[in-house]
């Protein structure tokens, strides 16, 4: 059911910069619909890590930051720390299915 | 504090009927859409459907169409997913999450989510 795609795996070293695309279609991201993230941790629910493409919820540090241009749009995480290995998802909205799409997840792993 | 409170896991057998919940407090539960979504075991997050407990609207995904029925009682500010039939590949954990809505107007996206219900059909 995933329209949204991401990469499956990406990994970096404690302190590096490691970022993750999501890739839609002219239904969802390129008819303009906005772009949020989801971190889950091993174990748990997802947590809402960046909303409105560019939006970090109170708490979330700023390490985390979200961008879009044009139809293409990722996560960073600057300053990786061991606690950040989880799996990220994007969600947008789609005209087409007239409901919510999430990515296809990307495990993060800190080497 | 804003809290989803699901029930517990269940076990059910292929054919068997299940209804699960989902307990909100510490916001007005009838003005904010809530959502069930499934992970199968090992996989990615998937939309099911959506439901506004202020007047019952549903909406769902068309993959789970027919399958599941989504249902809320606001005089408990609780929402439900049920099956009338259980298959093995029900197997999953069922998560739901609240809607982000503010000032009367929704935003796309989940800011809340309960803890997940596990979900295991087997023979």
């Known amino acids: 059911q995933s329209v949204l795609t991401q990469p499956p795996s990406v990994s970096g070293a404690p302190g590096q910069r490691v970022t993750i695309s999501c890739t839609g279609s002219?239904?969802?991201?390129?008819?303009?619909?906005?772009v949020h993230w989801y971190q889950q941790l091993p174990g748990t629910a997802p947590k809402l890590l960046i909303y409105g493409n560019t939006n970090r919820p109170s708490g979330v540090p700023d390490r985390f930051s979200g961008s879009k241009s044009g139809t293409s749009v990722s996560l960073a995480i600057t300053g990786l720390q061991a606690g950040d290995e989880a799996d990220y998802y994007c969600?947008?909205?789609?005209?087409?299915?007239?409901?919510?799409?999430f990515g296809t997840g990307t495990k993060v792993t800190v080497l | 504090e804003v809290q989803l409170v699901q029930s517990g896991a269940e076990v059910k057998k292929p054919g068997e009927s299940l209804k699960i919940s989902c307990k909100g407090s510490g916001y007005s539960f009838t003005s904010q859409w809530i959502v069930w979504v499934r992970q199968m075991p090992g996989k990615g997050l998937e939309w099911m459907g959506i439901?506004?407990?202020?007047?019952?609207?549903?909406r769902y995904s068309p993959s789970f169409e027919g399958q599941v029925t989504i249902s809320v009682d606001k005089s408990i500010s609780t929402a439900y997913l049920q099956w009338s039939s259980l298959k093995a590949s029900d197997t999953g954990l069922y998560y739901c999450?609240?809607?982000?809505?503010?000032?009367?107007?929704?935003?796309?996206?989940?800011?809340?989510w309960g803890q997940g219900t596990l979900v295991t059909v087997s023979s």
């Open positions: 002219s239904s969802n991201i390129g008819a303009g619909y906005d």
């Open positions: 439901i506004y407990p202020g007047d019952s609207d549903t």
């Open positions: 999450a609240r809607q982000y809505c503010s000032g009367g107007t929704c935003y796309l996206f989940f800011d809340y």
């Open positions: 969600q947008s909205y789609d005209s087409s299915l007239t409901g919510y799409v």
